[in-house]
């Protein structure tokens, strides 16, 4: 008797969200950045390209439009940008020998 089976290669994985992953460092990812168009958020799009640390354990799924990489920050992520220049600056005069 003899069998011979055909079969897709399947291979185990999981997703997550963009919120997930924050703070993690993924071994491979494969990424969507075909974002719904009310989206403006610039995590949706940073947080997900920035989980491995090659570009080679990178994959994006399918084309997306360019300008989802050119979103410009919001007004209350710029505030706190600011904040936080400021901040540096401070800590910088204020403990010069720890630079």
């Known amino acids: 008797?003899?069998?011979?089976?055909?079969a897709l290669p399947l291979v185990p994985a999981y997703c997550i969200t963009t919120?997930?992953?924050q703070g993690q460092t993924l071994n491979?990812?494969?990424i969507d950045l075909k974002l719904p168009n009310e989206t403006d958020d610039i995590a949706a799009v940073?947080?997900?390209l920035s989980r491995v640390k090659r570009?080679?354990?990178l994959v994006i799924l399918r084309y997306f439009d360019?300008?989802?990489l050119l979103i410009k920050p919001s007004k209350s992520q710029l505030t706190e940008i600011e904040r936080l220049d400021k901040l540096y600056l401070e800590t910088q005069t204020r403990f010069p020998e720890w630079l």
């Open 66 to 68: 360019y300008k989802v």
């Open 28 to 30: 491979k990812v494969v």
């Open 46 to 48: 940073y947080v997900p």
């Open 19 to 21: 919120h997930k992953s």
């Open 55 to 57: 570009l080679t354990d």
């Open 1 to 6: 008797l003899s069998i011979k089976r055909r």
